[in-house]
């Protein structure tokens, strides 16, 4: 089936990434995490809300199709930009985390997450899982991986303390939606990520 932007909608440039790459993507992801996996425990995911949202619930059915483990699934609510986007030389951002799971507590556990941009998220909630949940370890699966065009020195350190074990797709350094992501909490149920026009949005 051929996608098409939705009717109209002037606020979104193209397609970048379709469903049916999306789909064959976190299969393979799928077969990865349950390769990786190799311990008689159930595997502890911790899915970052709201915009991994989709991308858990397609990556749980196919861990389940490849024979993947038991899993134990968990969720924290993440607010880094709000209905927002990001300005241009951040060096900090203030993550707000509610919900870090109890039960992890002495587990490996995957942390899913839609997209690795400055990377103040990731590193926020690994903190917390490590320091305050009492994970053992944090490996880290990200959907995208936003790959920055000027990112201030504190950023390109922080990027590079944060290397993900599973990635999707690379994508450029635009803002994109769909697929469980937002712009102002507009097309998280876009079927395909698309590139936004950050012009409208500001
Ligand atoms: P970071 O903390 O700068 O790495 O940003 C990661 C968080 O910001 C993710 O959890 C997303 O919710 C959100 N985010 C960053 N870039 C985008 C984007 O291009 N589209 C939608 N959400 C994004
Ligand atoms: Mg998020």
């Known amino acids: 089936m051929l ?6 909608e002037t606020r979104l440039e193209s397609i970048l990434i379709s469903a049916a790459a ?17 311990s008689p425990d159930p595997l502890h995911l911790v899915a970052v809300l709201k915009g991994a949202w989709i991308f858990l619930a397609d990556l749980a059915r196919a861990l389940r199709r490849v024979g993947g483990p038991a899993v134990h699934y968990h969720f924290v609510r993440a607010t880094t930009y ?9 060096r900090s951002r203030q993550v707000r985390l509610e919900g870090l799971p109890s039960a992890v507590r002495g587990s490996t556990v995957v942390l899913v997450e839609d997209i690795l941009d400055q990377g103040f998220t990731l590193a ?15 490996r880290l699966c990200v959907l995208l991986d936003k790959h920055l065009d000027a990112p201030t020195p504190e950023v390109a350190r922080l990027r ?5 074990d599973y990635v999707g797709f690379s994508v450029p350094d635009r803002w994109v939606a ?23 949005f500001r």
């Open 3 to 8: 996608e098409r932007l939705p009717e109209g």
């Open 22 to 38: 999306l789909e064959a993507r976190v299969t393979e992801l799928a077969q990865a995490i349950a390769r990786d996996h190799d």
């Open 82 to 90: 709000g209905t927002g986007m990001k300005g241009a030389q951040e």
């Open 124 to 138: 926020g909630i690994r903190k917390a899982l490590l320091d305050d949940a009492g994970a053992r370890a944090v």
């Open 160 to 164: 590079q303390s944060l290397i993900p």
């Open 178 to 200: 769909g697929y469980g992501l937002d712009a102002a909490e507009e097309f998280r149920d876009l079927p395909y990520i698309a590139v936004v026009r950050e012009e409208c």
